[in-house]
């Protein structure tokens, strides 16, 4: 998780970076991106055929992109007594 400061207004603003990779056992290896701010995430990822659906496909893999909402907000947090939630 990252936090920044704005110099303009002072304002705080959370995200989050992820890059990884994915093995589905004979069948495909995934490589993904994703980038989270606030409730929104948006995220790319790319399937590589390492099956024989390699055949089908040309040897091409599939491209996805994800467009995620989550509310409350993960960056966020709120306190409830002497706990934070």
Known sequence: MTKETSTAKG??????LSLGGYYRFKDAFIASILFESKNFAIGFSY?????????ATSKDGG???TIRYT?????EYRRKGNSLL
Request: net charge negative; glycine share 4%; aromatic share 4%.
């Open 71 to 75: 509310a409350p907000s993960p960056f």
């Open 63 to 65: 491209m996805e992109i």
């Open 11 to 16: 304002l705080i603003r959370e995200g989050a």
């Open 47 to 55: 399937d590589i055929n390492v099956s024989d659906l390699k055949l």
